[in-house]
């Protein structure tokens, strides 16, 4: 088992990210996280070619914070469209959080499966 620095809370949330790309193209997409944590969070359904170190911006309703990239998903793996974040300065999630959605969560325990089933095929 993987020992965390902090503790991870699972809350589908739609945000929006944006920044340079790994050509330097300037980019703006909706992703969804997969969890949170005080200084950091897990995207998925993240398009930009993005990579380690990359310093991307997110917003969270009116909320905004500048995020370093600490991993990205290999393609062609069930990872593919997952990145890792870690707040560059004061991360967002410390403060109240906007309440996910019905159609958020409904489209997030959906999304979530199909993520377990993936593994499940990668891993067994």
């Given at each position: 088992m993987v020992k965390r620095r902090e503790y991870r809370m699972v809350v589908p949330i739609s945000v929006t990210l944006w920044g340079l790309d790994r050509e330097g193209k300037v980019f703006s997409q909706t992703a969804k996280t997969l969890n949170?944590?005080?200084?950091?969070?897990?995207?998925?359904?993240?398009t930009a070619a993005l990579e380690p170190g990359f310093i991307v911006g997110l917003q969270c309703g009116n909320m905004r914070a500048r995020f370093m990239v600490v991993w990205v998903g290999e393609k062609d793996t069930s990872q593919e469209g997952q990145i890792g974040l870690r707040a560059a300065r004061n991360g967002i999630w410390s403060v109240a959080l906007p309440r996910a959605t019905d159609d958020d969560f409904s489209a997030w325990l959906a999304e979530s499966a199909e993520y377990t089933h993936q593994s499940e095929l990668v891993s067994g």
């Open positions: 949170i944590a005080t200084s950091g969070a897990r995207l998925f359904g993240v």
